[in-house]
Every structure is written in structure tokens, then in C-alpha cells.
């Protein structure tokens, strides 16, 4: 079992920048954990992928959405993923989850075994 810690989030104005980092864990050998992503739920919406990275960092991933302004990485040294969120719309306001997985290359909710307790996020018009 992997532990998710995420920290670094808060208030910030449209067009601005945060930074959100995921310390795990427990159980992180590569072996068992292959991918790391972070997921967001918006108020009244379902959980939505946002990013993913092997833990290799061989493989990144990116929903649509985010693409060109958010930017996935890790360092195993510290065994810490983060997220670079840049040119943040109202529309990227919700609860960031970190979620590690033992399937490779994978942005399926149902695949990722262990969660973080979430961050909020909230971004102002």
C-alpha cells in the first residue's frame, strides 16, 4: 500500500501559477507502483484524469484540458510527483487527488489502487 500526501493548493487568480507535489509513501518500489497521476473533481462533477507519469518518467500523459499548461514530473530521489499548473482558467477549480497505480502508462480511475486525501484548488475570474 502507497500513502499520498498532496500539498500546494489554494486561491489563485485566473492566468496565474501553482504548484502541487504528492509525497508518497509505503510501498513504492517500481515493482508495484508503475504510474502515478492526478485526478481532479470539480463541485457536482465527476472525477476527471489531469496527468500521469510512469515512474520511470519514461511516459506522460495529459488530459486535453491541460495540455500545454500543466506539466506532470517526479523525483524518485524524494519519491515526490508534482504538478505545474500555469495559465489557470476558473474552469481548473476543484479537489486535486494524487493516485499511484500498478498498471503502466494507465489514466483509468479504476486502476489506481491507492489515493491522496485531495487538495483544493480554486481559481478566481
Known amino acids: 500500500q502507497v500513502q499520498l500526501v498532496e500539498s500546494g493548493g489554494g486561491l489563485v487568480q485566473a492566468g496565474g501559477s501553482l504548484r502541487l507535489s504528492c509525497a508518497a509513501s509505503?510501498?513504492?518500489?517500481?515493482?508495484?507502483?508503475?504510474?502515478m497521476g492526478w485526478f481532479r473533481q470539480g463541485s457536482g462533477k465527476e472525477r476527471e484524469f489531469v496527468a500521469g507519469i510512469t515512474w520511470s518518467g519514461t511516459l506522460t500523459s495529459y488530459a486535453d484540458s491541460v495540455k500545454g499548461r500543466f506539466t506532470i514530473s517526479r523525483d524518485n530521489a524524494v519519491n515526490t510527483v508534482y504538478l505545474q499548473m500555469h495559465s489557470l482558467k476558473p474552469e481548473d477549480t476543484a479537489v486535486y487527488y494524487c493516485a499511484a497505480s500498478q498498471v503502466w502508462g494507465t489514466r483509468m480511475p479504476i486502476d489506481f489502487g491507492s489515493w491522496g486525501q485531495g487538495t483544493q484548488v480554486t481559481v478566481s475570474s
Open positions: 509505503g510501498r513504492t518500489r517500481t515493482s508495484s507502483t508503475k504510474t
